[in-house]
């Protein structure tokens, strides 16, 4: 039997993780998921952990109220109010595409300042001026808020418990930044699904992940791995022409509620 074994969200794209027993489900996938983004100010850049490892100690939790509280090791925190309508509106760049959305203000541009080292800039996503998903894969109403390109990503327990033990240590599913973890099924067998339904939502495989050098750091301290592990075995048995691939897109048709223990049904 496959069943829904956690679920995390990631309200501050390449920020920490914040696991979860229940949350609700939008037209951007998890509520709250990734709809902050840190930008360069002077050019409207992303930025993540690639370039800013310090971002894995970044903690940006989702409140009640819709806005974010920060966190890190050594400054006190921070709550950033949920943007009103009249908020300025900063053009930025993420990947290919170009948008313009909320600023969220002075007062928490300058604490991220402080702490990244260089004049940055905490933007949020509203459902209407969210991104259309990866040309090519999915359906032309597809958005994504400030996720790589795809609302959900899903991955196998038995698939992390393989690459474990070709790696040869156990590794930290938090390095792989998953929305779903799934029990119970074979080691990749996400690979072959098309169409899962969890509770009372479906949802859609669109394409693999390609992974990056951000698998490679530590999400607890922060630090890369010199032996670039876990990606240097991926590469020997995942890769493909993107790249070495490891866990699902999903896209969610329709909205509703998901719990950790919820039974997952694979439709096609």
Not at 36 to 51: H, K, N, P
Request: aromatic share 6%.
């Amino acid at each position: 039997m496959l069943r829904l074994s956690a679920l995390y969200r990631y309200p501050l794209k390449s920020g920490k993780g914040e696991p979860l027993q229940h949350i609700t489900l939008d037209k951007l996938g998890l509520d709250g998921d990734r709809r902050w983004m840190l930008v360069d100010e002077a050019s409207g850049r992303f930025l993540t952990q690639r370039a800013v490892p310090e971002m894995s100690q970044l903690s940006a939790l989702w409140n009640a109220a819709g806005g974010l509280t920060l966190s890190a090791p050594g400054r006190s925190p921070i709550d950033v109010p949920l943007p009103t309508n009249e908020a300025e509106l900063r053009g930025v760049t993420i990947w290919r595409d170009t948008l313009r959305v909320p600023d969220a203000g002075d007062e928490a541009g300058a604490w991220l300042s402080e702490f990244i080292g260089k004049p940055t800039r905490l933007v949020q996503v509203p459902v209407e001026r969210a991104r259309t998903t990866q040309a090519g894969y999915g359906k032309d109403d597809d958005r994504v808020g400030f996720a790589d390109g795809f609302p959900l990503l899903l991955i196998g327990q038995a698939s992390l418990d393989d690459l474990s033990s070709r790696v040869g240590r156990p590794l930290e599913m938090l390095r792989f930044r998953p929305n779903l973890v799934i029990e119970g099924s074979e080691a990749f067998a996400e690979d072959g699904w098309k169409r899962v339904r969890i509770g009372d939502v479906e949802f859609r495989v669109v394409k693999p992940c390609s992974r990056c050098i951000l698998t490679t750091i530590d999400p607890q301290t922060g630090e890369r791995s010199a032996d670039r592990e876990p990606l240097a075995t991926l590469q020997k048995y995942r890769a493909q022409e993107e790249g070495a691939m490891f866990g699902q897109n999903l896209v969610n048709d329709g909205n509703g509620r998901l719990e950790v223990g919820m039974s997952v049904t694979v439709l096609e």
